[in-house]
């Protein structure tokens, strides 16, 4: 009977915190131009890439997680994967993944995250729009707080660089995207 109790206690406080992303991880481009990002490896963040379509509308055609799988506690489990950017104050600590990118493809950075409401919670997600470019270093920031809700940001690591953006509408998206 004790040891039940034990077990159950150790289920309950492992998890209680538990997160868990079933969307798949991002695979580096493995050419010499690559663009590099960093993100924290916690939280619900991922890239989505982008196609100009005929209609003039821009299609998602791939969406992949560059934060941690699962993290039990809010500690993230499966995350920290380094290829060796530079230092940045934007993006510190020991939960960190790094991935490389082919360059000039439209990418959106979006972040997700449930809102806790008074009766219940909703899902909500931020996002920001760029274009890689070839040799670059980049930090993906996550500000914000449960009340104010979350930022994202990317930064390039060139302190003269700019960000290079992409604008145009989504195309209709299917029950089936």
């Known amino acids: 009977m004790y040891g039940k109790l034990v077990v159950t ?20 481009y493995k050419g010499s131009d690559a663009a590099r990002v ?20 821009y299609k998602k055609v791939l969406e992949r997680r560059i934060t941690t799988g699962l993290a039990i506690i809010g500690i993230p489990v499966t995350g920290n994967k380094k290829i060796g950017m530079p230092e940045s104050p934007n993006n510190m600590g020991v939960f960190i993944n790094e991935f490389t990118l082919k360059p000039g493809q439209l990418v959106t950075v979006i972040h997700y995250w449930t809102q806790a409401g008074y009766s219940q919670n909703t899902d909500q997600s ?24 979350d930022k994202v940001s990317v930064k390039d690591l060139d302190p003269g660089a700019k960000i290079v953006e992409w604008e145009g509408k989504y195309c209709p998206s299917s029950v089936f995207d």
């Not at 206690?9 to 580096?28: H, K, N, Q, W, Y």
């Not at 960093?38 to 509308?57: D, M, V």
């Not at 070839?134 to 707080?145: A, L």
């Open 38 to 57: 960093r993100a924290p490896s916690n939280g619900n963040t991922a890239l989505q890439f982008y196609e100009k379509q005929i209609s003039g509308c």
């Open 9 to 28: 206690g150790i289920m309950v406080t492992l998890l209680s915190g538990c997160t868990a992303g079933f969307r798949p991880s991002l695979e580096d």
């Open 126 to 149: 931020v996002s920001a729009r760029f274009i890689p470019q070839p040799n670059h270093d980049y930090d993906i920031v996550v500000t914000g707080s449960e009340f104010s809700g």
